[in-house]
């Protein structure tokens, strides 16, 4: 029998006002930059004990997976790097995206604006990414049918678009967004995209006052990069997300900046917006921590810790955009460690009175 049952939630402990979360570092950077969170969260004396769950990336076997899944089931909340799956078996599918299902985190919010003070091909961007998270293309229900012809299923149901829609309408009316634009290719994928277009229109018309369009994804990606001001809250299905994401971070300064948040109705998972293992940079001390650091802070504001959450944001800020101490991928010449440093300094400058 397996161990997990998914439609059991297990009760959120709390340990004398601190909380319990979840740390997945994952591959690649993932664990160099989990070690400064926990520094930077020392300094600012963030009321939060970290489980850290380690995932054998080469492990054919779902042991460590499963007690990820428990611990976060347990703990509510959790901050995570990207897990590679290096295990050649097709068996073995992405742990990542096992977990956002098994926990059903259908949502992934990116809020993506511009830092003052670094070079981007954009400035002043604010718009916010709302992605279908668990189903569509990442269905992972592949295979091969007759020799050398593969099918792969992407899965649109009426209920996760609803969710998604709804989850988006109620964001931009708590958050005083003007604007939300759905993107699709229902002209191709008529009744895939259609179902979730239509299914954002039908939610529209309960939110009179916020405006609703909707806009094609290859024409999207063009705009995103021509003209990127028109957008204000945007949602669209798992792939086109993930593609989009990435753009968008790309047209602000890159992968090292901005944080992406998943919930579901019972669990949040905390990372960085790109979601990149970063393979190639690990261990060399060049790594941008702000992603990681910023998805602290989205963790923080989460549990209601918002004085240590605006705490940490503000020495973000100022490491960022008033000192411009930034790492090569910002076209600056500081170190991981630099950027960190700088950071605990301003903490400690704020926190000497108190
Ligand atoms: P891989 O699994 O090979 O690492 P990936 O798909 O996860 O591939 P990456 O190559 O990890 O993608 O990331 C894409 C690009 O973004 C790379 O050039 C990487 O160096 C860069 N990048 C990702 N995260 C950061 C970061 N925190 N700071 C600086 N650069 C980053």
Request: charged share 25%; hydrophobic share 35%; aromatic share 6%.
């Amino acid at each position: 029998t397996p161990l997990i049952r998914k439609t059991e939630p297990i009760p959120v402990a709390l340990y004398g006002g601190r909380n319990a979360v979840t740390m997945l570092p994952g591959g690649g950077i993932g664990p160099e930059l989990m070690g400064y969170v926990k520094e930077v969260f020392k300094y600012a004396g963030a009321p939060v004990d970290f489980e850290v769950v380690e995932i054998d990336e080469k492990s054919e076997d779902n042991d460590d997976l499963d007690y990820a899944i428990t611990s976060i089931k347990r703990n509510g909340v959790a901050i995570k790097g990207n897990i590679e799956t290096k295990s050649e078996s097709a068996n073995v599918t992405s742990r990542n995206v096992a977990i956002r299902n098994e926990l059903d985190l259908y949502v992934n919010v990116l809020n993506c604006k511009s830092y003052p003070g670094v070079p981007a091909r954009q400035s002043n961007i604010d718009v916010v990414i709302i992605r279908q998270n668990t189903e569509g293309e990442y269905a992972m229900l592949e295979h091969e049918s007759v020799d050398g012809v593969v099918e792969s299923m992407k899965v649109v149901t009426k209920s996760n678009s609803d969710r998604v829609a709804r989850f988006a309408f109620e964001y931009a009316k708590k958050n005083g967004r003007k604007k939300i634009t759905t993107i699709h290719k229902a002209n191709i994928m008529k009744l895939s995209d259609g179902l979730f277009l239509e299914t954002s229109k039908k939610i529209a018309k309960e939110y009179p006052e916020i405006e609703h369009n909707d806009m094609i994804i290859d024409n999207c990606c063009m705009q995103l990069v021509s003209n990127p001001h028109q957008f204000d809250v945007m949602i669209m299905t798992n792939l086109y997300g993930s593609i989009v994401s990435n753009v968008v971070c790309g047209v602000i300064g890159g992968a090292g900046l901005l944080s992406g948040k998943n919930y579901g109705d019972h669990y949040a998972i905390f990372e960085p917006g790109t979601r990149n293992t970063g393979t190639a940079i690990a261990g060399k001390n060049i790594a941008n921590p702000i992603a990681m650091l910023n998805a602290s802070v989205d963790m923080l504001r989460h549990l209601g810790h918002s004085q240590h959450a605006e705490l940490i944001q503000r020495a973000i800020n100022r490491t960022v955009s008033e000192d411009h101490i930034h790492t090569p991928d910002l076209g600056g010449s500081a170190k991981s460690t630099d950027v960190v440093s700088r950071i605990i300094d301003h903490i400690m400058q704020d926190t000497r009175h108190w």
